[in-house]
Every structure is written in C-alpha cells, then in structure tokens.
C-alpha cells in the first residue's frame, strides 16, 4: 500500500459481502478478456428477457457503434415490478418520505405494479406509443418512479427535467427532444416551500406548440391555471384507466431514456440511454457497490431529475427487488438533523449521499449527527464531486461512527451506471479514492497527445472499451456524441475528467479538465452561464470559471465586461443574477461577480480561461506564462479588483 490513509475493510462487513477481493480480481480479470462469455452470464443472472439476444457484445468505438444483447428482447417495468410479484408483492418497493417529518407512505411492488399499468393506459389513451418522448417535470413524489416506469412499460422514451430548472431551461428540452407530452405536478413542496411546477410548465409551453398533453398530479392543491384539452388531472385520468398493461416488448438496444446533461460548449445535450445495456449495469452495481443485500432499506438522497435518481433510486434498486426510499424535501428541513432522523425512522441500511450535502452538515455540528442512534447503517456512499478528505473522515467517524465502508463512487450521467469505486466487502479504503474499475471498465490515463501512462502517474481518464450502461448517442445528433466523447482519443471514450493512479493501482479524480464546473455536485457548462449573461443588454462580453467553494465544492466566477459607458453596480450585479437564476434555475445562480474592463486574451483574440481561473482561485503565484496575451496589464487590473480578496 502506498502512503495514503488506509480503512481495511471491516470483518463485520467482509462476512457475507457478495463479493471478496479475490472474487473480484478473479471476475474482473474474466469481464476484461472474455465479455461475451461475462456478459452473457450476468444478463441472464440480473435480467428476465422474453427473448435471447443475437450477439453479446460488439463495439467500435472509433466509429461510435455500440451493441449490447442487441435483438434480445425485454422491458425496464417488467423486470423492476411483474417479475417481482410472485415472490415479493407484498414487500416495500419504495418508502416515500416528504418534505414534511409527518409525511410518508409505503408502497408495495404490488401497489407500484398497478399505479404503473394504470398510468401506462392512460398516457396510451391519450395516443402515447413506443418509440415517443415523454418529458417529466415533477417533483421527488412516487408519482416520478410511476410515470418512469409507465413509459418503461409502453416503450416511450422519457426525459426527466430537474424540478429546479426554469420554464426556459424546461422549454429548450421539451423542444430538443420534440416531446408531446409532459407530466408535472401543481406544485412541488422543498423546505416547507412551495415551487411553482404547474406554473412553471404553462409558461415553458407558451414556445412549445407539439405539446398535446399535460398530466398534472395533484401535490399540494395550491392554485393553478388549467389549459381545458391539454391539461389532465392525473388522478382522474388514472381512475379511468384499467390496471391491464402488457409490457411492450423492447430491444435491447431501443432506447430507455434521454437526460439532458451539460457540456463545455453550446446547449445541453440529450443523453441517450439504452434498455438492457443500461438495465444490467445499474442492477448490479447498485447489488455489487452497495453490498445490498435483501430486505435492506437503501436510501440514495438524489433527485430523480439527475442520472443519481434514475440509476439507483429507481432502476437499480427496483430491478434488485430492493427497498428504495425516495425524500421530497432538504437535510436541512426542519433542521440539520433530517438525514439521520430519517435513517433511524425507516432502518435505513445503506445510505447514499453527495460530498456537498456532507459539508454543509458537517459546518452544523455534530450534534445533530450524535443525538440519533444510525444503528441501522451498514454503508455509506458519496457521489458527484471529488470528497475532500476532511469530509470523509466525518462522514466516516462521525456518521458511520466508523463501521460503516464509504463507497465513493465516480460515474457521470453518459456512464449510466457506476465505473469506479471500492466494493465494500473486498476493498481497503483510502480517504478520496473512487479506489478501483467495476467489472469490465478498462479506465485509461492519457496524456493530451494520447500517450497511454502505465502505473503510477496523472494524465485524462479516458475508458479503452465499451460497457453495457454506456451512453448510446446524443438524441438527434449522433455527430456531436462522436466529437464530444470520442474524437479525441480514437477507439476511447474521453471522459472530460482527469485522475491520478498510485501505486495501489487507485484512481483519485482530480475532477474536469474541461470547461465544465461541478456546483454541488450539479454540472454546469461555464458556456451556458456565459449565454444567459451576455443576454443583458449592457453587457459586452462574459467568462465564468469555476472557484474552491467551502460547501459547493465549486462555486460559480463570472467575469462580466460591460458595453461602452456603462457603470458596474450593485443592481446590475443582481440583473445579472436574476438573468442566470431565469435562464437555467437557481443552480446556474453566480457566486461572484467581478466586472472586469477587459479580458485577458491571446493576440489571436481567445480568452485565456487559465488565468481567470487563477485569479478565482486566488491562485496569483503560479499565473503561468503571460507574455502570450495581446494586452498582459489586462491581468494587474483582474488581479486587482478581484471579487473574492
Ligand atoms: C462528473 C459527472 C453520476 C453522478 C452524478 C454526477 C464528477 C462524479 C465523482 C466522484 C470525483 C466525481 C466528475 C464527473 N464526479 N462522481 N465520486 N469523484 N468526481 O453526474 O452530472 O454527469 O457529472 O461529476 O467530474 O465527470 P454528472
């Protein structure tokens, strides 16, 4: 082992794990020189198909084709419900948790099974059919996993919008993905306040003329405006609708679903996702990563509007047969103790959560933590951004009280399923190390002319093969899949990220090499930023990076010149805010404003990001080479006015 920290892997968790070390290194070393024969095996063991595939496995990723159980045929709902009823109807698919403490409900695989085919019947009543776009706008209520799983059922294609995205950013991907339909709520309730869904979608829909129907599901009974012909009540329209629905039967390679992401250019982008490939990566790794083992409560914190909600909140665990919780509201509400009291209310065995949300509970007080009893708890988990060290030794020591292993798991919305992290019977641990590849990923580090670095060393994690879960294009633009993902390194998939490997072979994300920033573990594309401020009409030219943030990880830097005469502001500064909160939601909010005079650029007119990031980071002793730009005095001013002294 190497310098670093080390957590072995605790007897009480090593005995019983489905997994051990030598098992691991045995089915690995399997997964990377016979996938046909891996594969094959693991699809018939995790998946029930109405009929066998062709061909196991075949890619060129230097081309942009990938295959898995292609002609094989089954269905997402199916394999998440009906073939569950049998041995389990009458056990706990999901425990929902609202915002408020007084609120829950159980829902048995039974109960889901019905809720599903009957809303499956009513979005084919209104002339939904497989093959169509389904938007879902709603907030983290059952009726999110029901109307995922409807679509499964009928074969449309979903495409989930994050209840906190605003009617521009809902607009654009109702408009990309050409969806017919939409599915939200009255209102969605977060902290004890109310978000304005319904409100929401009507003014989204004003760009949207495709749009035939609104299923509207009654959450709060707050006000609303009601469109008579488009607009549905959910509940009525699922009264109507009888609880037969036979599950369509799907290719293996027809799509699941579509989750708009941001990149480093231009608008999000649709990624699209497959049936069985996407299927068989999440079930096992949400068996495998997380130790689950049956009649476990498994929590997984995210919001469905995110590749985390749709992975392992719903289809992982509910093809595991698992017993998922899903929590409407905030760690914070009513106070910073609502995690824990949750975990202790419903036995909460395996708890899955972002490094953000630990920080923030972490500057809180232990308190909060130690006056609960977390005796259920067996693993923890951590998605979305590098943890800090300091962060996992208290989620460890403090959480955990330091017998529960923290899977730190790195993945990203293309991945569909998780690609690097410890299993937590056969892993040590090392504080900050996603640690190693799960079955069948061969990650890479590359240096930028595409150098394969062997051992120990620092370059961009790239992926030299395919996996089942991997993304299968870009919805409408299959172009763009193979510039973004593909081009850089032919015949690997480049995964935006960089990393480090030591000498255990761990892999420690050091996190984007490009221009994509990580807000509480949310992405944001710095060039969507930049497009919602240069919208004002006094502004001339803007550039965003990203700053270390205490609690977000990274926060959101814009520097923002104005047109000729015009003065910098307080008010302009909260335009400026209003306009980012307005175009894409309040995640894209900027943390701070600098009005820069001018930007420090190259002679060839492109602006030095390097040095703005810098200068965010309050990192002026290692500027780098200057004498590059058209103007280097540009950078003393930067230097000077800088917004975070
Ligand atoms: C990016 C993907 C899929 C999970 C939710 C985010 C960063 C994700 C880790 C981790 C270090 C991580 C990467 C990645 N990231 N997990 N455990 N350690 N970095 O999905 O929005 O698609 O973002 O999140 O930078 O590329 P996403």
Known sequence: ????????????????????????????????????????????????????????????????????????????????????????????????????????????????????????????????????????????????????????????????????????????????????????????????????????????????????????????????????????????????????????????????????????????????????????????????????????????????????????????????????LMFEGVPTYPDAGRFWQVVDKHNVAIFYTAPTAVRALMGQGDEHVTNTSRKSLRILGSVGEPINPEAWEWYYRVVGEERCPIVDTWWQTETGSILIAPLPGAMDLKPGSATLPFFGVEPQLVDDKGNVIEGEGKGNLVINRAWPSMMRTIYGDHERFFNTYLAAYPGKYFTGDGARRDADGYYWITGRVDDVINVSGHRMGTAEVESALVLHDKVSEAAVVGYPHDVKGQGIYAYVTLMAGEEPSEDLKKELVKLCIDEIGPIAKPDLIQFAPSLPKTRSGKIMRRILRKVASNELDSLGDTSTLADPSVVDTLIEDRANK
């Open 1 to 324: 082992m190497s310098e670093d920290k080390v957590y072995p892997v605790p007897e009480s968790i090593k005995q019983g794990a489905h997994i051990s070390f030598e098992q691991y290194q045995q089915m690995y070393e399997r997964s990377l020189k016979d996938p046909e024969g891996f594969w094959s095996e693991q699809a018939d063991k995790f998946l029930d198909w109405f009929s066998k595939w062709g061909t196991t496995c075949e890619w060129d990723l230097s081309k942009g084709d990938i295959r898995f159980f292609a002609g094989g045929k089954l269905n997402v709902a199916y394999n998440c419900l009906d073939r569950h009823l049998e041995s389990r109807g009458d056990q706990t698919a999901i425990i929902w948790e609202g915002d408020e403490p007084d609120q829950d409900e159980s829902i048995t695989y039974r109960d889901l099974h019905e809720r599903v085919c009957r809303f499956a019947n009513a979005m084919k009543a209104r002339g939904v059919k497989k093959g169509d776009r389904v938007c879902i706008y709603l907030p983290m209520i059952p009726e999110a996993a029901v109307a995922m799983l409807a679509c499964a059922r009928i074969g449309a294609v979903h495409s989930i919008v994050f209840g906190g995205f605003s009617p521009e950013a809902l607009r654009d991907r109702i408009i990309d993905a050409d969806a017919e339909v939409v599915i939200t709520s009255d209102e969605g309730v977060r902290g004890g306040r109310a978000i304005p869904l319904k409100g929401n979608t009507d003014k989204a829909l004003e760009g949207c003329p495709n749009v035939k129907t609104v299923f509207v599901v009654q959450r709060t009974g707050g006000n609303i405006n009601w469109n008579d012909g488009r607009d549905v009540w959910y509940h009525d329209a699922c009264a109507e609708a009888s609880t037969d629905c036979p599950p369509e039967h799907m290719d293996a390679e027809d799509p699941l679903f579509i989750l708009y992401t941001s990149g480093s250019t231009g608008k999000p982008k649709g990624v699209q996702h497959s049936t069985g490939g996407y299927l068989l990566g999440t079930a096992m790794t949400h068996k495998y990563v997380f130790d689950y083992q049956e009649g476990e409560v498994y929590w997984c914190t995210a919001d469905v509007g995110w590749v985390t909600g749709h992975s392992y909140i719903v289809y992982g665990p509910l093809a595991n047969g698992a017993k998922t």
